[in-house]
T-cell receptor, first 114, second 112 residues
């Protein structure tokens, strides 16, 4: 069964303490992996799309990488303003099987303490 | 400014009542989507529409209905058949040929 799994569910870091979030997927013929940031009570904000194994993308303190089975979101020297829930998503067949729609993981709630 | 707007920000529903959530976009995107988010969970697809006057059920369509009469608008009705409607509802849109979705600010629905 096609799945998207994120770990850990929650992560607490001290300011400046680098770490990584994981998104693993089981799908044949990956057509992209998407990362979003969601602040409490707000809609997700698009961060990155990765299309092929070995691809990397960076934005400020965030770097996303992709392998054939998982993606990592590396956070270097995080600041309190990086605190948010980070969601990953992949296009998977919808309930009718006729089209692919984004299927989201449950997210990692990141808290960066000052 | 281009973007996706959702209204209201908070909505209260009484027992047996239908309520409609608004979603409008001025990005000229063809595809629009509705998701439901429950605490500690990811987003689940309710309905989506690729073009005007056409829409498809997502994974959890029961108890919901939609219409797509205009490219810019994709309202979601939560009917009385939805027995557990309390959730955060998110609307999104995507440009042609691109699977990246851009989200609105969300509507929180609460049951009185």
């Amino acid at each position: 069964e096609d799945q998207v799994t994120q770990s850990p569910e929650a992560l607490r870091l001290q300011e400046g303490e680098s770490s990584s979030l994981n998104c693993s997927y089981t799908v044949s013929g990956l057509r992209g992996l998407f990362w979003y940031r969601q602040d409490p009570g707000k809609g997700p904000e698009f961060l990155f799309t990765l299309y092929s194994a070995g691809e990397e993308k960076e934005k400020e303190r965030l770097k996303a990488t992709l392998t054939k089975k998982e993606s990592f979101l590396h956070i270097t020297a995080p600041k309190p303003e990086d605190s948010a829930t980070y969601l990953c998503a992949v296009p998977l067949p919808d309930s009718s099987g006729s089209a692919r729609q984004l299927t989201f993981g449950s997210g990692t709630q990141l808290t960066v303490l000052p | 400014d281009g973007g996706i707007t959702q209204s209201p920000k908070y909505l209260f529903r009484k027992e047996g009542q239908n309520v409609t959530l608004s979603c409008e976009q001025n990005l000229n995107h063809d595809a629009m989507y509705w998701y439901r988010q429950d605490p500690g969970q990811g987003l689940r697809l309710i309905y989506y529409s690729q073009i005007v006057n056409d829409f498809q059920k997502g994974d959890i369509a029961e108890g919901y209905s939609v219409s797509r009469e205009k490219k810019e608008s994709f309202p979601l009705t939560v009917t009385s058949a939805q027995k557990n409607p309390t959730a955060f509802y998110l609307c999104a849109s995507s440009p042609p040929g691109v699977e990246t979705q851009y989200f609105g600010p969300g509507t929180r629905l609460l049951v009185l």
